[in-house]
């Protein structure tokens, strides 16, 4: 339970934030066990955002998929689907906890910033301050099928309508000087006079003239998010966003050379290399011994791993349909398929599968191993898996290291899989020191110590602040 | 008067229907957007026994410039309110002149979802040239472009409801399948201006389909559950009401009440000093609590509702609290919305059966009771 001595860390202060991802998609959430819940009933969203509340978390997050996910045109009918619009969802959430985050995951290719930027503003003010969004950037016509405009804009031209999309909603933020609405009764006007400015923006994406709707909320802006993890993923990070999920969560090198490469891609765009939290997604697995946390960790990959779905990871691998396999028998014999991508589920393949199907063979026949325990153990993998001992002087030890600010938590389980996490590992944290024992602030902003929003900054708090 | 007892709705948007309500608000300007407002005024409309509150919107603020008044998006305030509320029907209105039609469904089906059956959708149309503007997209240029974008919307949000059936989720272990992919439909819609191909990305709300509401003339009948009637007095709203030809008929009705502190006469003209109060022909009560029950006794058996657009909410929904419903309702004129029912059952209106669903298990639970 030591410290660790803090002249031997960069960080000897650092706390860890953490964050609870309610999928509603993807084999990582259990769905055959007796304990699985309901993906849509709303007391289950209620129950996860206040399990989180109570074990001090920062944020509640949701994501959005803007099609049913697809493979070789057939909707795909393994995984958990369907789930509920995430703005409603959450402004739904707002009446019903006081203090984490609610974060939307809201697409900047079909929207408009007009609308989007509203709904946002709208959930900001009715959580007091508390609402975050997570700019994803989907273009493919296989997503736009759904929308008026179809599948209109360029792959390389997503991030530049994101880019541009923000600068808009930013603008639409900042149209309402602060303290423009009167705080007394029998005031001359609702708002100031001239403190309500007309938003007007020309350029490549966008030609609008709005008055903007709203006034800022209690934390200015509501907190932006961002998942890009390419090179020009990253920079728009670097450049836009507040916090910054990531896949490198697992290994401590990983994580700290992904913490060490958005710090210099910070200070080149002129932020404070402490301006942008890392929160990697992660599923967390906790036993009272490693043991019975490996034990566990192995009946859950079972679970996640059905037949079926390793069926169907390995047919994305071979880019063969594999369905009429046996999952318990031996890899199959063909070579891979390397095939087009239109933006649908089942065209995810992957870069170099003749390359992954050898490391596969060489690996089964050393273990032994059937399709399913290959995909398994080789397949796509996730997480941390131990006791809150030893999980929490791992986690102090990433977050005082610099190599990241927290996680985004994926339960397996809904709406129980958070309790472990809460009741057993976050006293864990605290007792090392590494995580907060109440809420300091009222805001999402707050809660993740950061700086106002970049538009507020003057010039010389920019360079200061470098 | 004879007929079923009629069905009470309210609208609850800003500080009331009279473009300077927030001068006679019990509140500071800067309290308006705070949930703490917003759950206040829905409470009141619950308690007092409303079947049903809407909350107006669009895209472009309530007030011009330079009276611009703020206004929280209809759908994030019906959500937030969903939790809020236990018992009344909640519908936001909801233009698709320029929205996302799949959008707009996602978003609606959600709300069902949350408040467990108690949404409706109040169907309305973005006609000043500013919105599109806003919207950054082509002009919907005149009444007949507009009927065709609210009859295309809803007719994409419609199918969209309907294009998971009931039961799609199975669940299957034996078979590692959690979904019935035969239960979920494309939509494939195609109109004159967009193409929508589906299926939803959120289940088929509680209720089936949500409670559609909206003006007849503006949008055909067959799409509506309930037609929202206008006119200046009872004959003209017998018209309206017999012309519908929809499931359900509300008669809007526009309210100022005497109080203890002033006259509806004197409440009406202090505001009239700031702006004026334009009537679009609604049915128009300005006078005594005990005058707006009478005219209410003889809308019965005339529509199946009415929707009341009260001056200014903090002074008008407490009389219509203390006096005016619960007289209604000791006389059964009226009735309180029951905890527990959706807001279909509410107003009387049976689940939709699912279009693309071929003899549904639910529909034979119906025929073998």
Same mark, same amino acid.
């Given at each position: 339970m030591t410290r660790t001595d803090p002249l031997d860390v960069p960080r000897p202060d650092a706390q860890l934030h953490f964050g609870v991802f309610f999928q509603g998609v993807n084999h990582w959430t259990v769905w055959s066990d007796p304990a699985s819940g309901s993906q849509i009933d709303p007391a289950n969203f209620r129950r996860v955002a206040q399990t989180a509340e109570r074990g001090l978390f920062d944020a509640f997050f949701l994501g959005e998929g803007l099609r049913l996910r697809e493979v070789d045109g057939q909707i795909h009918d393994l995984d958990i689907t369907g789930r509920p619009d995430a703005i409603t969802q959450l402004a739904a959430l707002a009446a019903v906890t006081d203090r984490i985050g609610l974060v939307s995951t809201s697409n900047t290719t079909f929207n408009e910033p007009a609308d989007l930027a509203r709904r946002l503003s709208g959930l900001d003010l009715l959580s007091e301050g508390r609402a975050g969004w997570n700019v994803v950037t989907t273009d493919n016509a296989w997503t736009g099928a759904n929308f008026r405009r179809g599948g209109y804009l360029d792959h390389a031209d997503r991030y530049r309508r994101a880019e541009e999309f923000l600068t808009v909603a930013r603008a639409l933020w900042d149209g309402w000087e602060n303290g423009a609405v009167s705080g007394s009764p029998g005031a001359p006007a609702w708002a100031a006079p001239g403190a309500v400015r007309q938003v007007r923006h020309r350029g490549p994406q966008f030609d609008v003239d709005l008055a903007p709707t709203l006034p800022r909320s209690a934390q200015g802006h509501p907190v932006i998010f961002q998942a890009g993890d390419s090179g020009e993923g990253r920079d728009f990070a670097a450049r836009n966003a507040d916090v910054i999920f990531s896949a490198h969560g697992n290994d401590f090198d990983d994580a700290l050379a992904f913490a060490d490469d958005l710090r210099r891609r910070l200070r080149a765009v002129g932020r404070p290399e402490d301006d942008l939290r890392i929160l990697p997604g992660t599923e967390i697995i906790i036993g009272a011994t490693e043991e019975e946390a490996l034990e566990k960790k192995r009946w859950i990959r079972l679970q996640q791993v059905t037949p079926a779905t390793a069926l169907g990871i390995a047919g994305l691998l071979w880019g063969l349909d594999l369905s009429d396999r046996d999952a318990d028998g031996p890899l199959p014999k063909e070579d891979p398929v390397v095939a087009e991508n239109d933006g649908s589920f089942g065209a995810r393949r992957i870069a170099d599968p003749r390359k992954v199907v050898a490391e596969w063979r060489e690996k089964a026949e050393a273990h032994r191993w059937s399709l399913r325990e290959t995909v398994i153990a080789l397949g796509p993998q996730r997480g941390h898996v131990g006791t809150p001992a030893g999980l929490a002087d791992k986690f102090a030890h990433f977050v005082r290291q610099g190599a990241l600010d927290g996680f985004n938590v994926t339960p397996y389980l809904i709406p129980d899989g958070l309790d472990d996490i809460v009741d057993l590992l976050v006293p864990a944290l605290q007792e090392r020191g590494v995580y907060r024992t109440e809420y300091?602030?009222?805001?999402?902003?707050?809660?993740?110590?950061?700086?106002?929003?970049?538009?507020h900054r003057s010039t010389t708090d920019r360079r200061q602040a470098g | 008067?004879?007929?079923?007892?009629?069905?009470?709705?309210?609208?609850?948007?800003?500080?009331?229907?009279?473009?300077?309500?927030?001068?006679?608000?019990?509140?500071?300007?800067?309290?308006?957007?705070?949930?703490?407002?917003?759950?206040? #005024?829905?409470?009141?409309?619950?308690?007092?026994?409303?079947?049903?509150?809407?909350?107006?919107?669009?895209?472009?603020?309530?007030?011009?410039?330079?009276?611009?008044?703020?206004?929280?998006?209809? #759908?994030?305030?019906?959500?937030?309110?969903?939790?809020?509320?236990?018992?009344?029907?909640?519908?936001?209105?909801?233009?698709?002149?320029?929205?996302?039609?799949?959008?707009?469904?996602?978003?609606?089906?959600?709300?069902?979802?949350?408040?467990?059956?108690?949404? *409706?959708?109040?169907?309305? !149309?973005?006609?000043?040239?500013?919105?599109?503007?806003?919207?950054?997209?082509?002009?919907?240029?005149?009444?007949?472009? +507009?009927?065709?974008?609210?009859?295309?919307?809803?007719?994409?949000?419609?199918? =969209?409801?309907?294009?998971?059936?009931?039961?799609? #989720?199975?669940?299957?272990?034996?078979?590692?399948?959690?979904?019935?992919r035969d239960r979920l439909h494309y939509v494939d819609f195609t109109g004159d201006t967009y193409a929508v191909k589906g299926p939803a990305i959120v289940p088929r709300p509680p209720q089936g389909q949500l409670v559609v509401l909206g003006r007849p003339g503006l949008v055909p009948a067959?799409?509506?559950?309930?037609?929202?009637?206008?006119?200046?007095?009872?004959?003209?709203?017998?018209?309206?009401?017999?012309?519908?030809?929809?499931?359900?008929?509300?008669?809007?009705? !526009?309210?100022?009440?005497?109080? #203890?502190?002033?006259?509806?006469?004197?409440?009406?003209?202090?505001?009239?000093?700031?702006?004026?109060?334009?009537?679009?022909?609604?049915? +128009?009560?300005? *006078?005594?609590?005990?005058? =707006?029950?009478?005219?209410?006794?003889?809308?019965?058996?005339?529509?199946?509702?009415?929707?009341?657009?009260?001056?200014?909410?903090?002074?008008?929904?407490?009389?219509?609290?203390?006096?005016?419903?619960?007289?209604?309702?000791?006389?059964?004129?009226?009735?309180?919305?029951?905890?527990?029912?959706?807001?279909?059952?509410?107003?009387?209106?049976?689940?939709?059966?699912?279009?693309?669903?071929?003899?549904?298990?639910?529909?034979?639970?119906?025929?073998?009771?």
């Open positions: 300091a602030g009222t805001t999402l902003r707050e809660h993740l110590g950061l700086r106002e929003p970049l538009t | 008067m004879s007929g079923p007892a009629l069905r009470l709705a309210v609208e609850l948007d800003g500080d009331g229907a009279h473009p300077a309500a927030w001068r006679r608000a019990a509140h500071s300007p800067d309290h308006l957007l705070t949930p703490r407002r917003v759950a206040r #005024v829905a409470a009141a409309a619950e308690n007092a026994g409303f079947t049903l509150l809407t909350l107006e919107d669009g895209a472009l603020p309530p007030g011009a410039t330079p009276d611009v008044v703020g206004r929280i998006g209809a #759908v994030e305030r019906a959500a937030f309110l969903a939790t809020s509320t236990s018992v009344i029907g909640i519908a936001p209105v909801v233009p698709v002149t320029y929205a996302e039609p799949f959008h707009v469904s996602s978003q609606l089906a959600s709300l069902d979802h949350i408040s467990i059956g108690r949404a *409706g959708w109040v169907v309305s !149309e973005e006609v000043r040239p500013e919105a599109a503007r806003a919207w950054d997209r082509p002009l919907v240029d005149g009444a007949a472009a +507009r009927a065709r974008e609210s009859r295309d919307g809803i007719e994409v949000v419609r199918a =969209l409801w309907d294009s998971w059936e009931d039961d799609a #989720v199975i669940r299957s272990v034996a078979t590692s399948r959690y979904l019935d067959e799409q509506l559950d309930v037609a929202l009637v206008e006119g200046p007095d009872i004959a003209s709203l017998t018209a309206a009401a017999a012309a519908a030809g929809t499931p359900r008929t509300f008669a809007e009705v !526009e309210v100022a009440l005497d109080t #203890v502190d002033a006259t509806a006469d004197e409440r009406v003209a202090d505001l009239e000093r700031h702006a004026p109060w334009t009537t679009g022909g609604r049915l +128009r009560h300005i *006078g005594s609590a005990a005058g =707006l029950a009478t005219l209410l006794e003889q809308l019965r058996g005339v529509v199946d509702g009415v929707r009341l657009h009260p001056l200014v909410l903090d002074e008008d929904l407490p009389e219509l609290s203390r006096l005016v419903l619960p007289h209604l309702f000791a006389r059964r004129h009226a009735v309180r919305p029951l905890p527990g029912a959706s807001l279909r059952t509410h107003l009387g209106l049976e689940r939709p059966a699912n279009r693309y669903a071929a003899g549904a298990a639910f529909e034979a639970l119906e025929e073998t009771r």
